[in-house]
């Protein structure tokens, strides 16, 4: 079935297992609650992605961050309080064996923040998500819902229509107890990036 919105059931059934297309800030991703191991591994099974890459992790605040037993130095919050909401991804060491499934023995797990109020929202409901592309490993990112039905028909239980997206994924950063590094270029350049860590950093 395909929605026009986020809506109140679509949040209890991520809530509770199922998975679906839905429309982010940058593309359109599959998603899946983030804290059950199976709804994980299901879809890297029907997107074909390689099990050593691991997925990120749309998330409502930072504040659930600390739900994977990571915990934020001062410096690191006020960074990620700065740099959110918006269109960068954030990876950070995770070292617990509980979260195996989710940083696939890197010790490491990117999040994010959408920049989108209304996605935010309906995060708060429904938890952590996972959220790759929703394309099959190496194929043409989905720019519009039907493009996502295509590839993947009854194998995903809901879409979301948001309409046409041809957004740059977002940009991937690791930040770490003393600086950042860049992992992949996107939608906001890593020197804007970079001047920001600066500023707070006083340098």
Not at 15 to 25: E, L, Q, R, W, Y
Not at 47 to 66: E, F
Request: hydrophobic residues 40%.
């Amino acid at each position: 079935m395909i929605l026009k919105t986020f809506s109140k059931g679509l949040a209890r059934m991520l809530h509770d297992g199922d998975i679906a297309v839905i429309p982010t800030d940058t593309l359109y991703g599959i998603v899946g609650s983030a804290l059950m191991p199976d709804v994980v591994e299901h879809i890297y099974a029907i997107r074909g992605r390689s099990r050593r890459k691991p997925m990120i992790v749309l998330i409502s605040s930072p504040d659930d961050i600390a739900v994977f037993g990571i915990r934020l130095s001062k410096k690191q919050r006020e960074f990620l309080d700065d740099l959110w909401p918006g269109r960068v991804s954030v990876a950070l060491r995770c070292s617990s064996n509980r979260f195996w499934y989710l940083h696939r023995s890197t010790r490491s797990l990117a999040f994010r923040v959408p920049a989108s109020a209304v996605l935010c929202r309906f995060i708060e409901k429904t938890g952590p998500l996972v959220a790759p592309s929703a394309n099959p490993e190496g194929r043409k990112p989905a720019y519009r819902v039907g493009d996502a039905k295509n590839y993947f028909e009854n194998a995903v239980d809901m879409y979301v229509d948001g309409g046409t997206l041809k957004k740059m994924p977002s940009t991937v950063i690791k930040l770490g107890r003393r600086g950042i590094q860049r992992i992949r270029d996107g939608a906001v350049p890593f020197s804007v990036i970079e001047r920001r860590w600066l500023r707070m950093n006083g340098q």
